[in-house]
């Protein structure tokens, strides 16, 4: 694929993001099976939904655009659930390691976010507007689960600082 203009550049990411939304489904199973926490556990089967509708959502943006929908290898998203993968593998206190699957989440929203931004942002730029509204739309669900593992972190952080406290004050 050449890049010679901002639309071919949109194109590009928007293959980026298609296989990123793959990857996530794939991963978010074995998150939620992996939580201890039943919020973060139904935080994860709910994305999976609301990633599953995003996808269709690309999939809309490619007919749009009057392209087949088909995904470049986000290396990123990869990266990213690679250590999710590891953190799922570790031994530990629930509460510490769920500490943990909601900084790994977050990353990846943190991610989807930068990307689904500068996907709108080009796409208004284009006067593809149909294309931002949609983008967008996505955008604010990606912002909303942000908002959620944030809401969820604020328990299993203080819970998860008061696992090992004892046992050191027990060792002194």
Known sequence: ??????????????????????????????????????????????????????IRRLEEIFEKLEMKARGKKCKAMEGLIEEGKEIMQEEGEEVVLDAALIAAAQKVEHYEIASYGTCRTWANILGLHDIADLLQETLDEEADTDKRLTEIAESANYEAAMVGGEEDEEEE
Do not use: C
Request: cysteine-free; hydrophobic content about 40%; aromatic content about 4%.
């Open 1 to 54: 694929m050449s890049m010679d203009n901002l639309q071919d550049l949109l194109v590009e990411e928007l293959r980026d993001i298609y296989n990123a939304e793959q990857q996530i489904t794939k991963a978010l199973p074995r998150m939620a099976k992996a939580a201890s926490n039943e919020d973060l556990k139904a935080a994860f089967e709910e994305h999976l939904e609301q990633t599953q509708g995003q």
